[in-house]
C-alpha cells in the first residue's frame, strides 16, 4: 500500500514562497490524477490544484497564476510550488490521488502565512 508523505511547510510573510513535497513510499506512476488539497480551520478539504500522468494541470482560481504543481514519476513525488503567498492560504495542505483515495491521506503539512 502506497503511503504518502507531504513536507515543507512552514511560517511565511505575506508574498513569500514556499515549496512542498509529496513523497510516496511507492510508484505514484499507476496513479493517473494527483492533487493538492487543503484545509483551513473550519471548513472543508477542497482540492486546490491537480496533475494528470501526461502532465496537464488545473487550479482552483484562488491559487491560478501563484501555485504550480509538478510530478517526478521517476522519484514517486509530487511537488507544490506557492509564490505570492496570501493569509488565506493559511491551511494544512495534503496531497491525494484525484478522486482522493481514503487510503492515501496523510499527515498533511502546516503552511502558515502572517500578515
Known amino acids: 500500500q502506497v503511503q504518502l508523505v507531504e513536507s515543507g511547510g512552514g511560517l511565511v510573510q505575506a508574498g513569500g514562497a514556499l515549496r512542498l513535497s509529496c513523497a510516496a513510499s511507492g510508484s505514484i506512476s499507476s496513479i493517473n490524477t494527483m492533487g493538492w488539497y487543503r484545509q483551513a480551520p473550519g471548513k472543508q478539504r477542497e482540492l486546490v490544484t491537480l496533475?494528470?500522468?501526461?502532465?496537464?494541470?488545473n487550479y482552483a482560481d484562488s491559487v491560478k497564476g501563484r501555485f504550480t504543481i509538478s510530478r517526478d514519476n521517476a522519484k514517486n513525488t509530487v511537488y507544490l510550488q506557492m509564490n505570492s503567498l496570501k493569509p488565506e492560504d493559511t491551511a494544512v495542505y495534503y496531497c491525494?490521488?484525484?478522486?482522493?483515495?481514503?487510503?492515501?491521506w496523510g499527515q498533511g503539512t502546516q503552511v502558515t502565512v502572517s500578515s
Open positions: 491525494n490521488a484525484v478522486p482522493s483515495n481514503g487510503r492515501l
Open positions: 496533475i494528470t500522468s501526461g502532465g496537464s494541470t
